[in-house]
């Protein structure tokens, strides 16, 4: 009795394991689209002035107004867009109507457009502020002399820009800057994978105690004979 006693509680414990793991991915994923509706929420809020100083736990996604200028100088971040292909973000100074100096992300170009000029001068911009995760491990360093950006690192381009290390991603600019197609701030880069792992929790439960049934079948098979 004992040699299907021992693999069958054993077969039992790991389903009940791998149940619960499915089980708190479920719960996690609940958790995550609470977070990403909150988020949603405080992207598409009123706009607000800008704050004196940017934190990016207590401001970011914070939605502002900014009246001002935009400066000639540019930095190119290369990005590829679905169905569209590779291109550039581009990023400028921006210098608000009480003097300040901070970095605009104006939206994406094609890669054949980065030497057209692009109209600056007063603009009436409503957008987000953010601090940007763009870099991986597999993320090249920045050409800086060859003005090529692989990640939008706010205090590498506030530098280069000679501006304050706070950046707003562009949701709407007026007038608006023919070839430059603003990409707001949203949810999309978020990764949000727990129903997937879920998923193979509960998948990995259903194949272990097929298999443990199986086994102690066997076993079952083997004493009888």
Do not use: C
């Amino acid at each position: 009795m004992s040699r299907i006693t021992l693999p069958l509680v054993t077969g039992l414990i790991g389903t009940a394991i791998l149940l619960w793991l499915g089980t708190w991915q479920m719960q996690r994923l609940e958790w995550k689209r609470g977070i990403l509706t909150e988020i949603e929420s405080r992207i598409g809020g009123n706009p607000a002035p800008l704050p004196v100083t940017g934190d990016p736990d207590r401001d970011r996604y914070q939605p502002v107004r900014l009246n001002g200028t935009i400066e000639p100088n540019e930095l190119y971040v290369l990005v590829s867009r679905k169905r569209v292909g590779a291109g550039y973000l581009v990023i400028s100074p921006f210098v608000t109507e009480d003097g300040r100096r901070i970095l605009v992300d104006r939206g994406f170009i094609p890669v054949e457009e980065r030497d057209i000029t692009r109209d600056g001068g007063e603009k009436d911009i409503i957008g987000n502020l953010h601090w940007p995760d763009d870099r991986t491990s597999s993320t090249p360093e920045n050409d800086v002399d060859g003005n090529i950006w692989f990640a939008r690192d706010i205090e590498a381009m506030s530098g280069v820009l000679n501006t304050e290390p706070l950046l707003v991603i562009a949701r709407n600019i007026s007038p608006s800057d023919p070839g430059v197609t603003p990409l707001p701030v949203d949810t999309s880069g978020i990764p949000n994978d727990h129903l997937q792992y879920a998923i193979t929790w509960y998948s990995l439960a259903v194949v272990w105690l097929i298999g443990t049934i199986a086994l102690v079948w066997r076993l079952r098979q083997t004493r009888e004979g």
